[in-house]
């Protein structure tokens, strides 16, 4: 089995998980909370391994942090946590996005093709995220 870790945070919904990319401070671990919130399950936050199964890409926590979310100005925090999942999305929140319909983009890991959004700086972002795992995008 082939696995890497990455700089990234994971929360999972509806059996899928979206992997949050990007530098320290681009708002991983603040996505990752607002999504709880709002019913998502933590799979993994500021380490996330990845592993490539049947063509499939997963996500899963490394075993010191699994259950733990970093809130800045809070702490460490505990949280029920699953995995691994496999991954139906990567946000980029290094990148922010400028158009109000953007194009399909792309992103490789573990030489598979996963869909790749950049970071939306509104208050439904997290929402419009979870619903992507439910449904998809049209």
Same mark, same amino acid.
């Given at each position: +089995?082939?696995? *890497?870790?990455?700089?990234?945070?994971?929360? &999972?919904? %509806?059996?899928?998980?979206?992997?949050? *990319?990007?530098? &320290?401070?681009?708002?991983?671990?603040? +996505?990752?909370?607002?999504? +709880?919130?709002?019913?998502?399950?933590?799979?993994?936050?500021?380490? *996330?391994?990845?592993? @490539?199964?049947?063509?499939?890409?997963?996500?899963?926590?490394?075993?010191?942090?699994?259950? $733990?979310?970093?809130?800045?100005?809070?702490?460490?925090?505990?949280?029920?946590?699953?995995?691994?999942?496999?991954? &139906? $999305?990567?946000?980029? +929140?290094?990148?922010?996005?400028?158009?109000? $319909?953007?194009?399909?983009?792309? *992103?490789?890991? @573990?030489?598979?093709?996963?869909?790749? $959004? /950049?970071?939306?700086?509104?208050? /439904?972002?997290?929402? %419009?995220? @979870?619903?992507?795992?439910?449904?998809?995008?049209?």
């Amino acid at each position: +089995m082939e696995q *890497t870790i990455l700089h990234a945070s994971a929360v &999972s919904c %509806a059996g899928k998980a979206v992997v949050f *990319t990007g530098h &320290s401070g681009s708002g991983k671990s603040g +996505m990752a909370l607002e999504m +709880m919130a709002l019913g998502g399950v933590l799979v993994s936050d500021d380490r *996330t391994v990845v592993s @490539l199964e049947q063509g499939q890409v997963y996500a899963s926590a490394p075993v010191a942090i699994k259950g $733990l979310i970093e809130a800045r100005g809070v702490g460490i925090l505990s949280a029920q946590s699953v995995g691994p999942v496999a991954v &139906s $999305l990567v946000v980029d +929140m290094s990148m922010l996005e400028t158009a109000r $319909l953007p194009p399909e983009r792309e *992103t490789i890991i @573990l030489a598979q093709s996963l869909p790749l $959004l /950049y970071k939306v700086e509104s208050r /439904y972002f997290p929402a %419009a995220i @979870l619903q992507y795992l439910r449904q998809c995008r049209v």
